[in-house]
Nanobody, 117 residues
Framework: QVQLVESGGGLVQAGGSLRLSCAASGISFDHNTMAWYRQAPGNQRELVAVITSGGGIDYDSSVRGRFTVSRDGAKNTLYLQMNSLKPEDTAVYYC???????????WGQGTQVTVAS
């Protein structure tokens, strides 16, 4: 019923850019908080950026000013524009949706981002 499919990951050089996409089905952005997480090998999964159902946005301090989260309601797609990438941004990036009215949460399969030094 609910499906989140990430795409757009890949290998880039430091200082480069990538745009990640999360195609959502079975949910609506006005009822869910959407977020990007990432997890590097040996590390905990960490929150990167979040956009609430009301449109509020916040970023982890490590990416603020470099990354931009946005959503397209018509396409039901969440985006993460990543600029000025650093090697420490290397991780698997996951799309997350959290329902506003129940303890329901969904995850995408993840997309690998590798930033070469």
């Amino acid at each position: 019923q609910v499906q989140l499919v990430e795409s757009g990951g890949g290998l880039v050089q430091a200082g480069g850019s990538l745009r990640l996409s999360c195609a959502a089905s079975g949910i609506s952005f006005d009822h869910n908080t959407m977020a990007w997480y990432r997890q590097a090998p040996g590390n905990q999964r960490e929150l990167v950026a979040v956009i609430t159902s009301g449109g509020g946005i916040d970023y982890d301090s490590s990416v603020r000013g470099r990354f931009t989260v946005s959503r397209d309601g018509a396409k039901n797609t969440l985006y993460l524009q990543m600029n000025s990438l650093k090697p420490e941004d290397t991780a698997v990036y996951y799309c997350n949706a959290k329902y506003a009215y129940r303890s329901w949460e969904w995850w995408g399969q993840g997309t690998q981002v590798t930033v070469a030094s």
